[in-house]
């Protein structure tokens, strides 16, 4: 939307300091949600990004000024890194409980069944997320050496 009224209204208004107002906006707003989901990342609980994922989505995939933004960049690969040291941590947490004298096969269940889940979500959704940033970046121009 953005860049539609950037490109068609230019010319007939002026409405370039609205507009920078709103990217600004916009690119606070991705800010503070990455934070927002960096907080449960930090101690690697991969479930309440999950459920703010429709937003990260969004955002990153309707807001054309947010794959421009370096501080926006530097927050997407952040949660990014994130995410990949949740995975790790908890696979890491399977491998002990497997390695251990005595075997807890409930807990061992309950940690697949888990980590099942969480590679699901990892490998649908945000392989798919990556794919379709890369093609929307395509026939934009946009650099997408930062995914």
Known sequence: FLVLVQNELHAHVENG???KQLQEQCINAFIALCQQVGRPLK???ITKFEEKF?????????IRCISTSK??????NL???MLHESFVYHIDEFHDL???ETL???DIGSKVS???KMGEFMADRLTLLNEEIKYSMSDKDLDDKWL
């Open 43 to 45: 101690k690697k609980d």
């Open 98 to 100: 497997a390695k251990a």
């Open 79 to 81: 949660v990014n890194q």
């Open 71 to 76: 501080e926006c960049k530097k927050e997407f």
């Open 54 to 62: 429709v937003d990260y989505r969004g955002f990153l995939l309707n």
């Open 114 to 116: 888990k980590l099942r």
């Open 104 to 106: 807890d096969f409930s």
């Open 17 to 19: 300091a609205r507009l």
